[in-house]
């Protein structure tokens, strides 16, 4: 089933088969929301290495370093980047299903991936707070929550720290998926702001959001933050969007960690 055709007819999917995977549809006997097969294929994605300073698929050849060739020439203001695999499928529809089906079988099962991806990629960093990226109350209401806020909540308990509030969205920007990469930063620009500085003041802080895509509405986050006395951020995703061809080789070499 094509990806189009799967966005279009999981709704109805999951009217016929309430137990289906929240990855393929199928009314498969799911675990953690998740089919045998989708899961099996998840954990294939996650054992992909990444660039540690943009998220980016590395190949199986290469160690997870600094900078990678598709990294931006233009550095990011967070210094690291934390992800769970490659948005695909079946991670991409899963992701998709918990921002806007409001179908949450699979949210546990992605929050507590991302926390232990995390927990593995932090070890050893002295952070202080996780903040989810925030969103602007009109539309937190009518998705009927921050998907992020509840990321953020695993993140911090797994890490054993506390969840940070005082990042606010204070512009109602269009949806950067709407938009191409080269209107994202000027969308965002001025989005974001810190509702009491004292609470950010020398923190190293976990911004948590679902995808990094051109990294606009994250390095804004982190500019706000960063301006306001943050010592360090770092950035958690579930997934980083790129071309198919930057990790399709990787899993074809069976290339992981």
Known sequence: MSAIARRILM?????????????????EPTQEGFCQRCSRDLLSLA???????????????????????????????????????????????????????????GATHLAALLAEAAATACAGIALDVVMPIPMYWLRRIARGGNHSDTLARAVARRLGLPVGREL???????????????QRSQNVRGAFAVSRPAGVEGAAVVLVDD???????????????????????????????????????????????
């Open 11 to 27: 709704p109805f999917a999951r009217l016929v088969w309430p137990d289906a995977c929240v990855a393929c549809g199928t009314c």
């Open 47 to 105: 054992s992909l290495r990444w660039c540690r300073r943009c998220g980016s698929t590395v190949g199986a050849g290469l160690k997870a370093q600094d900078r990678c060739p598709s990294c931006p020439e233009v550095a990011f203001r967070f210094e690291r980047t934390v992800r769970v695999a490659p948005y695909a499928d079946p991670l991409a529809p899963a992701i998709r299903a918990m921002k806007y089906s409001r179908f949450g079988a």
């Open 168 to 182: 606010r969205r204070v512009r109602n920007t269009p949806p950067q998926a709407r938009l191409a990469a080269s």
């Open 211 to 257: 995808i990094l895509t051109t990294g606009a509405t994250a390095n804004e986050a982190a500019r706000t933050l960063l301006a306001a006395g943050a010592r360090r951020v770092v950035v958690a995703v579930l997934a980083r969007a790129e071309a198919p061809t930057a990790y399709s080789a990787a899993l074809a070499q069976g290339g992981g960690r």
